[in-house]
Structures are given as structure tokens and as C-alpha cells.
């Protein structure tokens, strides 16, 4: 199984509601990632766990809040966004952390903020 | 900082035509590079790979070599077909480990029949 998994496909939400998106990848990977992406836009780092620890939160407000409940999934935990906040949310893992390892992502999630 | 910049589009070709995309890096570190695909609606999906200089990386026809004297990581293929029409990005490892990439601000590529 070579594939990141990402749901759900579509979401669309009010600013006042709570969220999560899901990502899960069975490679056996121990590095994950969240990347955002604009309309028209390259990814933009978000967060990095590494051996389901945090290492990296690129100054992400707090409205966005990840979890790595374990090696296979990474969950974004969504509350009180704003509007700005719409764009493709990717997902990435990568086998650990070892130089040049390429990052494999998923189909992403389309979130649109109302 | 780390960087990358490659030529922005649209580009457009005609089928069978030669490709070249620029891509250029920030010589900080000693990055890894790739080049990563996207089609509409879809997420990324890595096209090659170099992780020292002098690497060529290639895959279904696109191949790249990894420049250090030009910090340099241009993608090429011979005769590009319809089906490659996409969205090409470049992008650089920023360190050493699992602390994501860096990407360019992607490449649009048409084909015409």
C-alpha cells in the first residue's frame, strides 16, 4: 500500500463550528506533514511530526490544532476559522527523517470557511 | 533562506515538443530536490528525485540533473504529450530530516494537440 488516504474529500464549515480532518498512511512511515494550499499557490508548510511528536508548527494560529494519535494517522483539528482559511488542505509522510527521503501526499481536502 | 524559483507560466507546447522548466535554489545546506506534479483537483505526486549533485533524476520520460555549480534543477523531457498537461513544482528539502519542503510557485504547462 503506497497511498496517503485524506478525508473528508470536501468540507465546508461556519466560523463558529469544529471540525477535524483525517489523514492515514499504512507505509510505515514515521515522518507526517500538513501543508496548505491557496488557489493557485505552492503548499505551504503547516506542522511536521516526527515519530509522532510535534517538531515542527510553522506559526499556525491556534484556530488549527494537529494530533498524532499514532504512527498511521494525523488528524487537523479545526475551531472558529475564518474565511482566509479556505484552501486545499495537503497531507504528506515521508518513510523518517533521514535526508532525501521524498514525501508522498494525499488527494487533500477542499475546505471552504463560510 | 531557503528558496526556490522556477519559471512561471501558463507554458504552452505543442504535442511532441521539447520541454525545459527552470528551476533555480538558494545554495543553503545541502538540499535534496524534486520535482513534484499536480493535476487539476488533485494532490501532489513526485515526478523525480535528486539528492546530491551530479544526481540525475527521471522518471516517465522527465529527467533532471542537480546542478551545484549553477545551484540549478531544470526539468526536461523530449516530446511531451497531451496527458502531461499539469501544474509542475519544483521544490528543496529546508534541512537536514523530516522538516518539509520548500516549493517554487509551480509551473502550468498546456499541451496542444
Known amino acids: 500500500d503506497t497511498e496517503v488516504t485524506q478525508t473528508p474529500k470536501h468540507l465546508v464549515m461556519g466560523m463558529t463550528n469544529k471540525k477535524s480532518l483525517k489523514c492515514e498512511q499504512h507505509?510505515?512511515?514515521?515522518?507526517m506533514y500538513w501543508y496548505k494550499q491557496k488557489a493557485k499557490k505552492p503548499p505551504e508548510l503547516m506542522f511536521v511530526?516526527?515519530?509522532?511528536?510535534?517538531?515542527i508548527n510553522e506559526s499556525v494560529p491556534s484556530r488549527f490544532s494537529p494530533e498524532c494519535p499514532n504512527s498511521s494517522l494525523l488528524n487537523l483539528h479545526l475551531h472558529a476559522l475564518q474565511p482566509e482559511d479556505s484552501a486545499l488542505y495537503l497531507c504528506?509522510?515521508?518513510?523518517?527523517?533521514?535526508?532525501?527521503?521524498?514525501?508522498?501526499f494525499g488527494p487533500g481536502t477542499r475546505l471552504t470557511v463560510l | 533562506g531557503n528558496s526556490v524559483t522556477q519559471m512561471e507560466g501558463p507554458v504552452t507546447l505543442s504535442e511532441e515538443a521539447f520541454l525545459t522548466i527552470n528551476c533555480t535554489y538558494t545554495?543553503?545546506?545541502?538540499?535534496?530536490l524534486f520535482w513534484y506534479v499536480q493535476y487539476p483537483g488533485e494532490g501532489l505526486q513526485l515526478l523525480l528525485k535528486?539528492?546530491?549533485?551530479?544526481d540525475k533524476g527521471s522518471n516517465k520520460g522527465f529527467e533532471a540533473t542537480y546542478r551545484k555549480e549553477t545551484t540549478s534543477f531544470h526539468l526536461e523531457k523530449g516530446s511531451v504529450q497531451v496527458s502531461d498537461s499539469a501544474v509542475y513544482f519544483c521544490?528543496?528539502?529546508?534541512?537536514?530530516?523530516?522538516?518539509?519542503?520548500?516549493f517554487g510557485k509551480g509551473t502550468h504547462l498546456i499541451i496542444q494537440p
Open positions: 545554495a543553503t545546506g545541502y538540499p535534496s
Open positions: 507505509m510505515g512511515h514515521r515522518a
Open positions: 504528506a509522510s515521508s518513510q523518517d527523517y533521514q535526508r532525501g527521503r521524498e514525501q508522498f
Open positions: 535528486a539528492t546530491k549533485a551530479d
Open positions: 521544490a528543496r528539502t529546508r534541512g537536514g530530516g523530516a522538516d518539509g519542503l520548500t
Open positions: 511530526y516526527s515519530y509522532e511528536k510535534l517538531s
